[in-house]
């Protein structure tokens, strides 16, 4: 049939087709006898509003302003969390205070970075949610943001022109489901991750608030249940590992933000595939959004990574290594004296390596895996640099930011080591083509204002335009 041959279609049809576009065939919930009568192309405002009222009503949760409802989030992780209303007995939040006690002796003799002024504490799983969802939301929003968007901007394209105005509220209602749906998502994957976390650092990143150290007894004995370890070592271990954790970013202030901005730097990189936004568009049901969520869940919105994302995230997992590096080393020294410390070590540095389903499910969400890929070889330079340099050498490479090693240090720790050896000698370190570049820039910028009568850029001085 030619496009000459094609019928001339009322606007009734126009406007059911456009709602199946819009809404997947959006008959659930609705009489197909609201849509007659309607005024030329079979549209009455009041109509429509009527709609999308009860399209808003199915969906409304609260929304927040922007249209993602990030209190979706905080309910489903909860709901997750407590299912299983386990607390915290007394016994065992007695056994972890001892733990505690005894690893923050141990700790101090193993490195100079000063204890925590708020005493290490065992939560639940519910607690473990309300302290994180902070930092979890921080890392999600560019992600929500980029779904939400791309799901409006498909919305859009889809709607011919001669109708915009009349359904201008299905953008702004389509980013609130695709952000509200998100945002359940995101609080499913949470809530399952606080069935699986052991500590409060147990995910790398500094999600605890600042300065804060914390176990989950309620997902001790499931981590130590094939260890053929005792309790009382395994606490000591694990509460050992989380005091440097939790040490290390209080002494680092900048440490934190400089992690969470490569975080959120990866995230903003992030954009949907509105190919795949827009088929799934064309057939979403409101009255079922199954699909959508599975979309989300797994992933399949986000295209493959970029390679200034592959570069972000090369960044990243170098900085997770270094971090995570000096704190493997750090909880070896300190926890020398526990007979199973190297078969605890081993399971962790194993559990980081591989992650667990929720944390699989987080990668999905927002397309990162928040693996220390270099923990061994970082550790490695960690121990090198102790051996050679001392414990307070090498904890001050973390007093400013400049000091860190880079990703070239633990391809060569020699390298490091030589250049802490020679910097306690009092030696200046070896120039490099840097350091050469900046002297030739000072150079010239003295030659020039050394009385040339021109300026840095080699322009003579303005005239001055007062009267003699």
Do not use: C
């Amino acid at each position: 049939m030619t496009d000459d041959d094609t019928p001339d279609r009322s606007g009734d049809d126009e406007f059911q087709e456009l709602l199946r576009n819009l809404l997947g065939g959006g008959a659930a919930g609705f009489d197909p006898s609201q849509l007659e009568g309607l005024s030329r192309m079979g549209v009455d405002p009041a109509m429509l509003q009527q709609i999308m009222g009860q399209l808003q009503q199915a969906f409304a949760n609260g929304s927040a302003a922007d249209g993602i409802d990030w209190g979706a989030a905080r309910t489903q992780a909860l709901h997750l969390a407590n299912k299983d209303s386990l607390g915290i007995t007394t016994g065992a939040k007695q056994d972890f205070d001892h733990a505690f006690a005894l690893a923050t002796l141990w700790l101090s003799e193993a490195t100079t970075i000063a204890d925590l002024a708020t005493p290490p504490q065992a939560i639940t799983r519910g607690q473990w949610v309300e302290q994180t969802l902070p930092v979890w939301q921080e890392l999600a929003e560019p992600v929500a943001d980029s779904i939400a968007g791309a799901l409006t901007a498909a919305i859009d394209e889809q709607t011919p022109a001669e109708m915009k105005q009349l359904v201008a509220g299905a953008g702004t209602f389509m980013r609130r489901v695709g952000g509200s749906l998100f945002a359940a998502q995101l609080g499913g994957v949470i809530g399952r991750l606080s069935l699986e976390v052991v500590s409060g650092g147990d995910v790398g990143i500094p999600i605890m608030p600042d300065g804060v150290a914390a176990i989950l007894p309620q997902n001790f004995a499931a981590f130590g249940r094939d260890l053929d370890v005792t309790d009382d070592q395994l606490a000591l271990y694990l509460g050992t590992r989380e005091l440097a954790h939790a040490r290390l970013f209080r002494h680092a202030r900048w440490l934190r933000l400089h992690l969470i901005s490569q975080v959120t730097e990866f995230a903003r990189g992030i954009h949907v595939d509105t190919g795949a936004l827009e088929d799934l568009a064309s057939r979403f049901d409101p009255s079922s959004p199954e699909e959508l969520k599975a979309a989300l869940e797994s992933g399949a919105l986000l295209p493959q990574r970029t390679e200034a994302q592959d570069a972000a995230l090369h960044r990243l997992e170098n900085l997770l290594a270094t971090v995570e590096g000096w704190v493997d080393v750090v909880t070896s020294d300190a926890t020398g004296r526990l007979p199973a410390s190297a078969k605890i070590a081993e399971a962790v540095r194993r559990r980081r390596a591989v992650g667990g389903p929720a944390e699989q499910a987080m990668a999905s969400l927002v397309g990162l895996e928040l693996r220390p890929r270099r923990l061994r070889e970082a550790a490695a330079m960690w121990r090198a640099v102790t051996d050679a340099v001392g414990i307070e050498a090498r904890d001050s490479l973390w007093d400013y930011p400049d000091l860190m090693p880079t990703a070239e240090d633990i391809d060569d720790p020699q390298a490091l080591v030589a250049r802490l050896q020679a910097r306690a000698r009092g030696e200046e370190p070896a120039r490099d083509a840097f350091d050469e570049a900046l002297d030739e820039l000072l150079a010239q910028a003295a030659g020039n204002d050394g009385g040339s009568g021109e300026d840095a850029a080699g322009d003579p001085p303005p005239e001055d335009p007062r009267p003699v």
